[in-house]
């Protein structure tokens, strides 16, 4: 700072932008273009304290409008809460941005995976990796949800018996979300199973390292670790290197693996999509076998890490907001209980037949990504000028924005807009098949009716037009989104077939805080007690896995 005030023109606040300029390597950028877009001019304060960014963004938006800029200090970025303007961004013009500062923030980690990828290796990536995903793969996923839910349930059993039987089980479901969310996404991805619900491990404790880090770096303002020494005398970066190593270690071994254990009957089940005969139904198994000359170890690498971080958290804080919501809302309660009650029956498990019934399930899940999206806010930087679409409100023009802008299209906004959803704080997953006259609705924006979709079967960001957009859109929206709904519809039916869920602290303990997903900032525990009602079967199964942990 000292250098830099005596650089420039003797001015302290402008000496510390351009340390803070050179430090951070281009993540501050403060000539966005965008001239006239209205500003909200921040508050450092306001990034830094309690109150999660993206809160902060919502009440902005209710002031600046549907595209406003955010000035804080040396940064500007561009907030994004119109539908149109966002549909523009995600599928209009989606190859004119890319993941500007969360690239930078997560390529460390996931290397050239999906999510961070510059858009060359994105499309062989995205073309290599999208087939995988295919109706008998979710088929073969199915009975493997089944048996790690089947472990969260032994796990509230045995807690109910310690308590003794009347007393019911005390947990963290926060916590245990993300233990099953764990163990599905190892299992689902590259056959490895973590054990999570059960057990501690190294590889544990270094995946929860990265995300941790990750999850640090997202929210921090000034990116400090690209400076090389960091690694070796900032005690967090240190840590952060050697979880990774664990993790890296790992995953090369499943990667090794893989290649050498390719079977030639498993190579003809899969090409004959014949997943009943498949040994290793998982992602690497199909990557390696029916894509293995496309990449090196390390883009397998970077592929498994990304999805590993990608659909773990974010399928958890779904199912962990979905319980806080349900818990709170007996009406929904009672409703989602009468449909599971009524599609499965005594029978101990779901199958993909039933869970194509469970729509209410299905709702309520959306409604939970609604009012709780994950992540909160999409980040994007223009590669080129650009002109955004003029808006459902604002600038009837449109704004031109320069090359290197900032965008951040902000999720949250979108799905609590008071101009798109009525009464958009409460929780209603009829909303997503309700009929009204838009008379009704006074303050919407118009033309623009992203409730009353027709169908509560699979509210999305087509039937909304860019309102509802829990899995992005545009290319490259989400590759897992049918793999974490049918997770966590298997996963709700389940619990709730079993048991009944009651907060054990009041709501506003439970509190928020956000890194790359949204997740309460004191954990949520639970009640938990059997339901008298039903005599549900277990099924004492466990997933199958080739590779176990080292
Ligand atoms: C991308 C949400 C589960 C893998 C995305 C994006 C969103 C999202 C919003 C778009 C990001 C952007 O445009 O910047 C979610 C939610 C999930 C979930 C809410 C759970 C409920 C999963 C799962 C997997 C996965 C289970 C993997 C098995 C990915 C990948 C991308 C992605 C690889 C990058 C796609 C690309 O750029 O081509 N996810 N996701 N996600 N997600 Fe998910």
Known sequence: IVYAYFKGKGNLKDGLSRVLTEVSQGYFQPNVGGENIPIAEGELSDLAGDEPLFKALYKWFLESGGVFKLVFGPKAFIVVSDPVVVRHLLKENAFNYDKGVLAEILEPIMGKGLIP???????VRRRAVVPAF???????????????????????????????????????????FLSLGLDIIGLGV??????????????????????????????????????????????????????????????????????????????????????????????????????????????????LMTMLIAGHETTAAVLTWAMYCIAQNPDVEAKLLAEIDSVMGDLQAPTMEDLKKLNYVRASLAESLRLYPQPPILIRRALADDTLPAGLKGDPKGYPIG????????????????????????????????????????????????????????????????????????????????????????????????????????????????????????????????????????????????????
């Open 117 to 123: 990828a510059d858009l060359e290796t994105w499309k």
């Open 403 to 550: 090359k290197g802008a900032d965008l951040f299209i902000s999720v949250w906004n979108l799905h609590h807009s008071p101009h798109l959803w009525r009464d958009p704080e409460v929780f209603r997953p009829e909303r997503f098949s309700e009929k009204f006259q838009n008379s009704e609705f006074k303050g919407k924006w118009a033309g623009y009716n992203p409730e009353a979709l027709g169908s509560a079967l699979y509210p999305n960001e087509v039937a909304s037009d860019f309102a509802f957009i829990p899995f992005g859109g545009g290319a490259r929206k989400c590759i897992g989104d049918q793999f974490a709904l049918f997770e966590a519809s298997v996963a709700l039916a389940m619990l709730l077939q079993r048991y009944t869920f009651r907060l054990a602290v009041p709501p506003s303990q439970v509190g928020m805080a956000t890194g790359a997903t949204i997740h309460t900032a004191n954990g949520m525990p639970m009640k938990i007690v059997r339901r008298t009602s039903t005599a549900v079967k277990s099924t004492q199964a466990e997933p199958r896995a080739v590779s176990t942990l080292s």
């Open 190 to 303: 590259f056959n490895y199973d973590f054990g999570s619900i059960t057990s501690e491990s190294p590889v544990i404790k270094a995946v929860y390292g990265v995300l941790k880090e990750a999850e640090h770096r997202s929210t921090f303002y000034i990116p400090y670790w690209n400076i090389p020494i960091t690694k070796y005398v900032v005690p967090r970066q240190v840590k952060f290197h050697a979880d990774l190593a664990v993790i890296n270690e790992c995953l090369d071994g499943l990667i090794r693996n893989a290649k050498e254990t390719r079977q030639e009957d498993d190579y003809e089940a899969l090409q004959n999509r014949d997943y009943s005969n498949v040994k290793d139904p998982s992602l690497l198994r199909f990557l390696v076998d029916m894509r293995g000359e496309d990449a090196t170890n390390k883009q397998l690498r970077d592929d």
């Open 134 to 176: 295919h109706k008998q793969y979710y088929e073969a996923m199915a009975s493997m949800f089944v048996a790690c839910t089947e472990r969260t349930c032994q796990k509230i059993e045995s807690t109910i018996h310690q308590g003794g039987q009347g007393a019911g089980a005390m947990l963290n479901m926060e916590a245990e």
